[in-house]
């Protein structure tokens, strides 16, 4: 199984900034997507935005268009997610994902077969 490492997480005061990113450990990616999800306490976890492997295709949902970027650096298999103008909703836990098996740019988790562990996203009113 491809595991997963995301770094970047931390406490920010709303308005700032993070980039979070998300890797294989050990080996490049031979995927079709991958994707950021979310949760905040007490709530399921949601789908944040996903870029297709080979086309470079990136999707958001409604809530963070405009503010976050997934970005791609091919030659490290790394996905970035760049998070401008912070609220305090988009506080959680963030984890990265993989999906091996839906091309079409998968939004539901369970679509996603390989996940990190986490990082915590807190931001500050």
């Known amino acids: 199984q491809v595991q997963l490492v995301e770094s970047g997480g931390g406490l920010v005061q709303a308005g700032g900034s993070l980039r979070l990113s998300c890797a294989p450990s050990?080996?490049?990616?031979?995927?079709?997507?991958m994707a950021w999800f979310r949760q905040a306490p007490g709530k399921e976890r949601e789908f944040v935005g996903g870029?297709?492997?080979?086309?470079?295709?990136?999707y958001y949902t409604d809530s963070v268009k405009g503010r976050f970027t997934i970005s791609r650096d091919n030659a490290k298999s790394t996905v970035y997610l760049q998070m401008n103008s912070l609220k305090p909703e988009d506080t959680g836990v963030y984890y990265c994902?993989?999906?091996?098996?839906?091309?079409?740019?998968?939004?539901?988790?369970?679509?996603?077969?390989?996940w990190g562990q986490g990082t915590q996203v807190t931001v500050s009113s």
């Open positions: 870029i297709t492997w080979s086309g470079g295709r990136t």
């Open positions: 050990g080996r490049t990616f031979s995927g079709y997507a």
């Open positions: 994902a993989a999906s091996f098996t839906v091309v079409g740019g998968p939004r539901d988790g369970k679509d996603f077969g390989s």
